[in-house]
């Protein structure tokens, strides 16, 4: 059984429907447990973890990127904050197709098709022609200067 304390910061300790502690327990599924043993399960689970730890090692060594290992992961507070520059926006996904490539493909044509028609209503907008449609799924537009918009598909 392992029990957790609820983190001051992260919830508002005045609403009770968070409670000061929670229990939980982490057991090993039946399937594995049936088909190889307890202990069994536990070493091969081990095994792979250490396999899957030495792969990610050698892909950031070639890449030339830093790895943590498990015991530094542990030491590390769960509060820190990641010290690396970003530029802002620069990695923010329209969308994620898991590694459907068909998915993807049709994704991208959808958006491609909503930038080429907004683009255009909103360069009629711009030349005074306060008729023009708008794709659906325009927000900005619509909300803050009343412009019209195409339904749904």
């Known amino acids: 059984m392992i029990r957790v304390k609820r983190p001051?910061?992260?919830?508002?300790?005045?609403?009770?429907?968070?409670p000061e502690y929670i229990e939980f327990e982490i057991t090993m599924p039946g399937c594995l447990e049936a088909k190889h043993g307890g202990d069994e399960?536990?070493?091969?689970?081990?095994?792979r973890v250490k396999e899957l730890e030495q792969e990610a090692l050698a892909e950031s060594?070639?890449?030339?990127?830093?790895f943590k290992g498990a015991r530094r992961v542990m030491r590390t507070?769960?509060?820190?904050?990641?010290?690396?520059?970003?530029?802002?926006?620069?990695?923010?996904p329209r969308f994620s197709a898991a590694g459907d490539?068909?998915?993807a493909r049709n994704k991208i044509a959808d958006d491609r098709k909503f930038d080429a028609d907004y683009d255009a209503a909103l360069a009629r907008w711009t030349a005074g022609d306060r008729r023009v449609r708008f794709p659906?799924?325009?927000?900005w537009m619509r909300v803050?200067?009343?412009?019209?918009c195409r339904p749904p598909p």
Do not use: C
């Open 144 to 148: 803050h200067h009343g412009a019209r």
């Open 8 to 18: 001051d910061y992260y919830f508002d300790p005045k609403n009770p429907k968070w």
């Open 101 to 103: 490539l068909e998915l």
């Open 77 to 92: 507070p769960h509060t820190a904050r990641a010290r690396s520059y970003e530029v802002f926006g620069k990695v923010n």
């Open 41 to 47: 399960a536990r070493r091969l689970i081990a095994v």
């Open 136 to 139: 659906h799924g325009t927000w």
């Open 61 to 66: 060594k070639e890449r030339g990127i830093p």
